[in-house]
């Protein structure tokens, strides 16, 4: 209410420095009469030429009588006829000019304000107009920014800390989503789903290497439900991993079997039969791409590093494909090497070792 009354007062003084100058009384006074002017002007020729005594005293009295007589006469008329001089006409005029400027001003600083001022912002919340809309009307960043506003006050909120676990995911910010999840059990009941999600993005923060805390989370998952489908899929790959082919076929036969013929996680546990030599004729086309192309990723690697060395931080990525491949024996052989390549830098050695333990690589320990 404060800025219409402020608005309105700088509307009033811009209206009234435009007409006062049209006032009646200001525009008949500041006319010149001619006459007026000229009979002055002869008063004061008088004056001089008595002073320099080219009129006696009579005669400059008798010549200023005469004169101040015909510029009372002039200031009468001015007087008298002060309103014929301005003119109807003229005096329609500025009216009309008034009449105008108290319409036309206020009109035109609405219209001006509305093109290029900001009507609609004391409408809207503060920061509103900073968020980045998106497709739809969802305001991912900006809903995200709020749940995170409100975990900062309320860091017992698991719930919370579940909804927004799974937006980190797909924002890509996987440490986050961990932390989040690590949340969102330890402030609320045990839950099979949760376990085997907080399992999961351990996973993906390995680049696919299944830890032993991820493989801790997938089996208290197991044990609350033991039909529980991803924390069983992910069991087979860390039986994989350590080189437990059978278990690990035996997990997703079992899985397989349990599961309905159209659920969503059929088809990935038939591909990863296939890959381990299990008869899935329908999925061991598909199947057989892709672990081939990452063996030839793998073989590749494993080629530079022997022949032109290589950092700590690619030795144990080596062994970590190894690993995820089945294949624990090349994996621990990768360590011994990287061991003798990368003697003399203790760091390097340190990375190793702690990779080698991840792993689980008990032959391979210093």
Do not use: C
């Not at 909120?157 to 996987?174: F, K």
């Not at 440490?175 to 993906?204: F, W």
């Not at 039969?273 to 030839?296: D, M, R, T």
């Amino acid at each position: 209410m404060v800025i219409w009354i402020i608005l309105l007062a700088m509307t009033a003084a811009a209206v009234m420095a435009v007409l006062w100058p049209l006032s009646r009384h200001y525009a008949v006074a500041r006319q010149a009469n001619p006459d007026t002017q000229f009979y002055r002007e002869q008063i004061a020729e008088i004056e001089r030429d008595l002073a320099r005594g080219v009129l006696l005293p009579s005669e400059a009295e008798a010549a200023k009588a005469e004169a101040g007589r015909r510029l009372l006469r002039a200031t009468g008329l001015q007087a008298e006829d002060a309103f014929a001089a301005v003119g109807e006409p003229a005096l329609r005029r500025r009216r009309a000019a008034s009449t105008l400027a108290l319409s036309i001003i206020p009109l035109l600083a609405l219209a001006t304000y509305e093109i290029y001022g900001s009507p609609q912002l004391l409408s809207e919340p503060p920061g509103a107009r900073m968020q980045p809309q998106q497709a739809g009307g969802t305001n991912l960043l900006g809903a995200v920014a709020d749940i995170e506003a409100h975990l900062a006050k309320n860091p017992q909120d698991g719930r919370g800390w579940e909804v927004i676990a799974p937006v980190y995911l797909r924002m890509g910010r996987i440490e986050d989503a961990v932390k989040a999840y690590e949340s969102a059990i330890r402030y609320q009941a045990p839950d099979a789903v949760r376990l085997a999600n907080y399992g999961e993005a351990l996973v993906l923060a390995k680049d696919g290497l299944i830890s032993a805390e991820a493989q801790a989370a997938f089996e208290q998952a197991v044990k609350l439900d033991p039909s529980a489908p991803k924390a069983q899929f992910y069991l087979a790959r860390a039986a994989v991993q350590d080189g437990q082919a059978d278990k690990a076929k035996a997990i997703l036969e079992n899985l397989l079997a349990s599961s309905p013929a159209d659920a969503p996680w059929v088809d990935p546990v038939k591909q990863e039969l296939a890959a381990l030599g299990s008869p899935q004729p329908e999925a061991a086309a598909a199947a057989q791409i892709g672990p081939e192309a990452v063996a030839g990723m793998v073989t590749g690697l494993a080629s530079r590093l022997e022949t032109q060395g290589g950092t700590a931080e690619e030795w144990a990525r080596l062994m970590r494909s190894y690993a995820v491949l089945g294949q624990r024996e090349k994996a621990t052989d990768a360590a011994k090497r990287a061991r003798e390549a990368l003697a003399q830098d203790a760091e390097a050695l340190k990375t190793i070792d702690s990779m080698a333990q991840e792993l689980k690589l008990t032959d391979a320990q210093p």
